[in-house]
């Protein structure tokens, strides 16, 4: 799951922008804020992915405080931002922002411009590589990779991966082609890939559980949070 950051002056702005948001599986939206620099201080700890600004101030400002970001997390936020701006002298092009859209602009456009945004965070690799980076991250949390449920998930994960557009639902458009694809009933997949959560939470370190998700407790993920967490990672 990505987590979006708003800055935004017009906090009515932010609450539509939070709705229109909160359809979505892939975006969480994780802090609003209508201070510039409360915002860098969250860009600053590397947990925001994607980051909507509807500024006060001029775009040079901005693009200042994000040239003073910490190496990893600078990295991290290149082409990563979307401005909300009706001045048009100030559309610079720059490493850190992805596009420009008018800030009276539709939700619904600014939220379907954040939905490429997303896709365009994914890398290309190849099947195997693909495969092999997912299981990678399923090992670390804890999943046992000999469970026909680890398997089913990882193959989740590589079949949004690969066609972004399935990830709207789960049950619609993710489980009956892996359901398919092992003769099983979609209720077998989904039960398999519970349990085999189930047994990753209880095997896995509190610690990284919680730094891994960016949970403030230690609780079990539900498989839609383990997918797209991972799909997260692998866009990083």
Do not use: Q, W
Not at 56 to 63: F, Q, R
Not at 82 to 100: A, G, H, P, V, W
Not at 140 to 156: D, Q, R
């Amino acid at each position: 799951m990505l987590n979006l950051l708003i800055i935004n002056k017009d906090i009515k702005h932010s609450m539509k922008l939070l709705n229109e948001f909160a359809k979505n599986d892939e975006i969480k939206v994780y802090n609003i804020t209508d201070s510039l620099s409360d915002g860098m201080k969250l860009l600053n700890t590397g947990i925001i992915d994607i980051t909507i600004i509807h500024p006060d101030c001029e775009i040079v400002e901005i693009i200042n405080s994000l040239k003073k970001l910490s190496k990893p997390y600078r990295e991290k936020c290149k082409k990563s931002i979307i401005i909300l701006s009706n001045n048009s002298t100030e559309k610079i092009e720059d490493e850190f922002i992805y596009s420009f859209l008018s800030d009276d602009e539709n939700i619904s456009n600014i939220y379907a411009k954040t939905c490429e945004l997303v896709k365009n965070r994914f890398l290309n690799i190849n099947k195997t590589d693909l495969i092999s980076k997912i299981n990678k991250e399923l090992e670390y949390i804890g999943y046992n990779m000999s469970y026909t449920g680890t398997k089913y998930l990882s193959e989740c994960i590589a079949l949004i991966y690969t066609n972004h557009d399935y990830s709207e639902s789960l049950n619609k458009n993710i489980y009956p082609i892996i359901a398919k694809k092992h003769n099983k009933t979609v209720n077998n997949v989904k039960c398999s890939i519970t349990c085999a959560t189930t047994s990753m939470f209880y095997d896995c370190d509190e610690t990284r559980l919680k730094k891994y998700f960016n949970f403030y407790t230690a609780i079990k993920p539900k498989p839609k949070v383990v997918i797209f967490t991972i799909l997260n990672k692998l866009a990083m």
